[in-house]
């Protein structure tokens, strides 16, 4: 409480926001919505509901990227700002102590988003992600998608109708093809990157992998995610 001026009170008021909950509900809501225009799709094609889809799509890829991102900086963040709550009381003193000091003096500022929660568990003395298991591998996979969408350069992509040579093949379309259903509003001649892939089938698959990364890390730590409760209960891509 400040004090300003002859007789006047006035009061500041500080909060913090987990933004990461609100990042996945978007996800799960861009996925919802192309998941409609798919059940409602009977093969009449328009360029206005192409890119309403493809905006549903991409908007969930970068909106499960950044949930991603944002719990790893609450979490490091809540050893400084809130180290007795929910999301890092059950840490050691050490260790809190330890990302406390690592947040302050941003030592982990440029590490990549799968680098800083290898580098928690590191310090926390548990279990690494595998970085070839399934969980890390989709992950990893999702990042490098939006990525290539953040920072999109045009290519020229042989389109097949088929399969396309593993020899030839773009690079998403050998890390994802198998992974999620395609995108119904493409036809044979559209190649799988970015048409194809950017389906309903994506969104929902970035939806489920970022919740199940989410929740194998704070598993490795020893206890549950804190705000299991309200977000969306997808973890199977």
């Not at 003395?125 to 969408?149: C, G, H, M, W």
Request: aromatic share 12%; charged share 20%; proline share 5%.
């Amino acid at each position: 409480m400040e004090m300003r001026g002859e007789g006047r009170i006035s009061a500041r008021l500080s909060t913090r926001t987990y933004l990461s909950i609100s990042h996945i509900f978007a996800a799960d809501f861009f996925s919802q919505n192309c998941a409609q225009i798919e059940k409602m799709y009977h093969g009449i094609f328009s360029d206005e509901l192409f890119n309403e889809h493809r905006s549903y799509v991409i908007g969930a890829i970068f909106s499960a990227v950044s949930f991603l991102e944002a719990t790893i900086n609450e979490f490091l963040a809540d050893t400084v700002d809130h180290p007795e709550g929910e999301v890092v009381g059950n840490l050691d003193p050490t260790t809190k102590t330890i990302l406390a000091d690592m947040w302050k003096n941003n030592v982990v500022r440029t590490f990549s988003i799968t680098n800083k929660f290898q580098v928690v568990l590191a310090v926390a003395r548990k279990n690494l992600f595998d970085s070839a298991a399934p969980t890390y591998q989709a992950v990893d996979d999702l990042i490098e998608l939006r990525n290539a969408l953040v920072h999109y350069k045009p290519e020229w992509i042989e389109s097949s109708q088929g399969t396309q040579d593993q020899k030839t093949a773009h690079k998403f379309e050998k890390r994802l093809r198998g992974k999620f259903p395609l995108n119904p509003l493409t036809s044979l001649g559209n190649p799988f990157y970015p048409d194809k892939c950017l389906s309903h089938g994506c969104a929902e698959w970035a939806v489920a992998s970022s919740l199940k990364f989410i929740d194998e890390f704070f598993s490795k730590l020893g206890y549950s995610y804190p705000f299991v409760h309200i977000r969306p209960l997808k973890t199977e891509p």
